[in-house]
């Protein structure tokens, strides 16, 4: 089981990034995924989840409206779009996958070390 993230990057204050989470060893659907970012010096905080088969989303009350969570069950892959970025959200994105069951807005009580994959971070940086 393995998740792979990328799309991280450098941008302007304003702009836009999308990040690609690619998932293997997984039956799709089976699964949760999560968006967590830590910036220096601040702990991980869940950004944005979808649950098993994308029926609910969640989103921290700081991306609301800016940053979508979507998922390709066929490809194994789960997105974050981010537009509108602030130089608050720069940080090391993360993503995360669960087995658990439950909707989006239960699976944001689950501590970010209760979540049972990770993928290796990706840093955005967000330019004023």
């Known amino acids: 089981v393995q998740l792979q993230a990328s799309g991280g990057g450098l941008v302007q204050a304003g702009g836009s990034l999308r990040l690609s989470c690619a998932a293997s060893g997984f039956g799709s659907g089976y699964y949760a995924s999560g968006w967590f970012r830590q910036a220096p010096g601040r702990e991980r905080e869940g950004v944005a989840i979808i649950s098993r088969r994308g029926g609910t989303q969640y989103y921290a009350d700081s991306v609301k409206g800016r940053f979508t969570i979507s998922g390709d069950a066929v490809r194994g892959v789960v997105y974050l779009q981010m537009n509108s970025l602030k130089p608050e959200d720069t940080a090391v994105y993360y993503c995360?996958?669960?087995?658990?069951?439950?909707?989006?807005?239960?699976?944001?009580?689950?501590?970010?070390?209760?979540?049972?994959?990770w993928g290796q971070g990706t840093l955005v940086t967000v330019s004023s």
């Open positions: 995360a996958a669960t087995k658990r069951l439950g909707d989006a807005q239960t699976l944001a009580t689950v501590a970010p070390d209760e979540w049972d994959y």
